[in-house]
């Protein structure tokens, strides 16, 4: 799964490189948040913004992540729009997961 | 063409050479074998010839003493008879000779001997007639026709020679001491017959004067020393011999001749001196006959180490070609039995190879390095072969067993999703509401699930579950998810909260299984209403009477997400002629080829679309839209659609 990573102090960005996140790269989308919670980084931002479609599988795998975390760590969510907005909000985790539009953005809120 | 019969061409050819070059070089040194056998013969036959000759030098002298002393009755007779023997034997002798040339000469020698023989009888009884004149003209003509003889018999002994010819300086040498011999022997008769003569006073010519005689013996003298020298010049080893002749002739020969010419010049004394003469005569004839068989030993004894030598180069040759042949077998052995053969048997090896016989050869070692090398080479390969059959055999039986674990996993799975499609009700009519379904599972057991059954009189519960994912472990949780949200249905009253119902399937989900997605459903008949909790599931679609459609709901947090997460109750009408369509996000979200998302608006574009035809019609149609969309059979998610219609 193409992704880049970027520590921004406390907050670590991921930007996903897929169009896709769904049942077949879902997988690997779960060892690299668990991996990364694992190695203490409890403030992710996670960039949507080159992602089209999210299925439930790939939504299983951020709620996941989000379980790990804890009530003190926080998974942002960054660029959802489209079909992925639409699952998080028919879904509600757009309670769940703090929605940004941009990564600045959501660094601001959440060094602030 | 192959290996073995290059080499056998090319080692006949080798040995076909051999046995050519030996022949060659063989009867080359048989032949000089042979001639020196025959220069044997020949010396042999000479030497007769050479005792001929002389022999009627003698004879030719007797006659002619024979003449002058008739009357004198000194006479010694000639015995010409002898000479003929000999001739005879040097005949015989060159007969056996292989050279048709020498037979030739062989034959003439005989011719010689038999008129020679006829001659002496002729001769003996003319001689023994005791007719004086008879006698003295016999004399006369014997002289001549023995000169002539032995004239003769010197050509043809020339010829023998130059058929011959002289092979070195040795035989040379031994021809010179003969013609030496020959010529003084001559030439002493000659002088001793005129001298003789000459005394008589007799018929054969004019009185010679005693200056003469002397002139002769000068003569006699000077080819003696002629010859003396070149035999010198040749064999030093006879020179002794022949010195002793030469000094003889000089120191006692001729100087008792000149006695006797001084004795008959004084008138005193002759008979004494003439007795001293002919004793010194005859004692030239030995000294002679002693050169001639020392000459003879000495040349039978060179070319019996001539012949001895030629036998050992034989002996030689013979030696080396058998060597040379037994090498050469011993070769032919060699690189059959080292190189051709075990060439032979690694052909055969690789053949084995080739043809997958992996059975082992026996365990030959062999001689040559490089041969030990290959064959340790094919042991190698054969070795790897045998390994790669083990391992293919093993892969074969892996992948077998393989199959097999897939094949007791499907029939596992298609076991599971039998019980799995047995909680599923069949479309079916429950109370006043038909229910009719479309089921189409991404793989054999879907995560996707539903179901619809009389809660109480006038009630009607319906759920659809969809859980993330879809495959084995997806189909359990979709188990364990339809029972607990058809427990949470059956257990709620008539009037109870089915949000409340559902937050408490919610709260008691175990943490650790998957979320799953819910539409739970209560219809009331004889209200003509329904109420609906949504958990994460897409919104259904309220299809009226009239065609209008309406989305239920908007959202709510799956089960399993959050445990306290609250849910919210729609109420919603539901009366004659209303259709409700359930349904779990894959009847939308699966893509084409070009990987191309079905979406949510385009479905619901779809119904509105088709929202006069019948049901049954209507799901012909998602099948049919569905198979065009993603092709037969390419589900990437489970597809479930209940509709409900009021009836």
Known sequence: MQFSEDHQGTVLVLEIGESRLEASNAPELRELLIGRIENGNHQIVLDLKLVTFMDSSALGALIGAIKKMGPL???????????????LKLTRMDKVFPLFPSASAALNKLEG | MNIRRTLAVLLSIFGISLLIVLFYLGSAIYRNYQHSAEQITIDVARNHLLTAVLGLQNDRAQIALIGTAVGSGSARGASLSQSADEMRRASEILTDVGNVRLQELSAAIGREAAALSLYADEHATVISSGNTDDIKAESLAASDRVELTKQRLLTIRQAILMEVGLNDTTIGGVHMIRSYIVTVNDALQLDQMLTLRDLAGSAFGQPQTIRQIEDRSSALQGSDRVYRDLVTLFDESIVGTVSDLS?????????????LLRAIDAGQNVDAA??????????????ISGIQASV?????????????SALRMLQSLIGLSVGGMLI?????????????APLEQMRLSMLDLVHGKLEPRGGETFWLEDIRT??????????????????????????AQIAEAHRSLQSDMKAAAKVQLAQMPAPGDVDQIRFSTFFAPANVLAGDTFDYFALSEDRVGLLQVDVAGHGAAAGLVSVAAHLGARRALRSLKPEGNLAEAVKTLNAFWNPEMTYFTLVAVQFDTSKGRGRMVQAGHPSPVLMRRNGSITRLGNGGLPIGVLQDAEFEEIDFPFDVGDKLFVFSDGIYENSNSEKEIYTEERFIQFLADNATCSTEELLRKVRETLDAWSGV???????SLVVAERF
């Open chain 2, 328 to 340: 050469f077998v011993l070769s032919l052995y060699i690189v059959e039995k080292h190189i051709v």
């Open chain 2, 374 to 399: 290959i064959v340790d080479a094919l042991r190698v390969f054969r070795v790897t072969a045998i390994r790669r059959e083990r391992l293919t055999r093993e892969q074969l039986l892996l992948h």
């Open chain 2, 633 to 639: 059979g390419n589900l990437s998610d489970d597809v």
């Open chain 1, 73 to 87: 760590g926080t998974l942002a969510l960054v660029g959802a729009t489209g079909p992925v907005l639409q699952l």
């Open chain 2, 296 to 308: 003879f030993d000495r040349s039978q004894a060179y070319l019996d180490q001539q012949l001895v």
């Open chain 2, 247 to 259: 000094n003889f002739i000089e120191l006692t020969y001729l100087p008792a001749k000149s006695a």
């Open chain 2, 274 to 287: 003439k007795l001293d003469w002919l004793a010194a005569g005859d004692e030239a004839g030995r000294l």
